[in-house]
């Protein structure tokens, strides 16, 4: 019965994007669910932020709801510390590992690799983080990010970008998480500076400072600025590691949880090396 459903909600939600985007509007629709799923997420992708009809939304809400359950939940329950595996390093009762989807996780907070625009990634079915989550999420997660961006031009200018390490906080919507924390990393354009790591440590303490002072409890950090950042990825994770680490030194009451998400396997050895030190 729920398969049906959402086939239904499918194929509904691609002719109301199809319609609701105007340029694309004559596009041949696919006959196989995945297909369907690819053309979705790409006029999500596409879509500016603007309002949209409430049945379309109460319709992609309901589907990205169930997809979530598909694509599996991960609660923290599931996610061990590092202390029951053994590491002996300072605060392993409160720190995690864990590899995997970041868009599944059940917490209080996700961090979201933003751009300076804070509007999500546009290219159709990119594989970031950014365009991820925003694809999870809905639409509404794009047109919160606008209206805060807005009110910002307002205040210094139309020309105004996020600055680097500069947090901003939003629902997480259709998303397991509570919350999404969008940061816009360091970009290393030549070569690594001392400048460059001030700003991702920036990045990781500034996003603990704004989860407690929003009363978010546990949150998950993807790999900041690595990738077409082009952060060196073992000195990323060693500025990560040791930044929330000094934090929960300063704040031993901050967080009860932490937790390091990585996607590919070369940054899990990383970070293994690093946070199961005895």
């Known amino acids: 019965m729920e398969l049906t459903k959402q086939n239904e909600r499918l194929s509904y939600l691609v002719e109301a994007f199809k319609q609701d985007s105007g340029d694309y509007r004559d596009l041949e629709t696919p006959a196989e669910t995945e297909g369907k799923r690819r053309l979705l997420r790409s006029l999500m992708n596409v879509r500016p932020p603007r309002s949209a009809p ?74 970031c983080i950014d365009n991820c989550i925003h694809s999870y999420a809905g639409i509404q997660l794009r047109a919160a990010c606008n209206r805060q961006m807005q009110r910002l031009r307002a205040q210094y200018g139309p020309d105004y970008e996020q600055p680097t390490a500069v947090p901003m906080l939003t629902d997480g919507y259709n998303l397991p998480a509570k919350k999404v924390i969008h940061i816009v990393g360091p970009i290393v354009a030549d070569r690594l500076t001392p400048e460059l790591e001030l700003q991702l440590c920036q990045c990781y303490s500034r996003t603990l400072e704004l989860c407690r002072e929003a009363g978010l409890r546990t949150v998950a950090f993807c790999c900041i600025s690595t990738g077409v950042f082009r952060f060196p990825n073992e000195r990323a994770a060693e500025i990560a590691v040791q930044t929330v680490s000094d934090w929960l030194d300063r704040n031993p009451d901050g967080m009860d949880r932490v937790v390091f998400n990585v996607f590919g396997d070369r940054d899990l050895r990383l970070y293994r090396a690093l946070l199961m030190e005895n």
């Open 54 to 127: 409430a049945a379309m939304v109460e319709v992609q809400d309901a589907y990205l709801q169930a997809r979530a359950r598909e694509r599996g939940v991960v609660t923290l329950d599931e996610i061990p510390m590092l202390a029951t595996l053994g590491s002996r390093r300072r605060h392993a009762d409160r720190l995690s590992l864990w590899q995997g989807d970041i868009t599944r996780l059940a917490l209080d907070a996700i961090v979201n690799a933003a751009n300076s625009q804070m509007l999500g990634c546009f290219v159709p079915m990119h594989s």
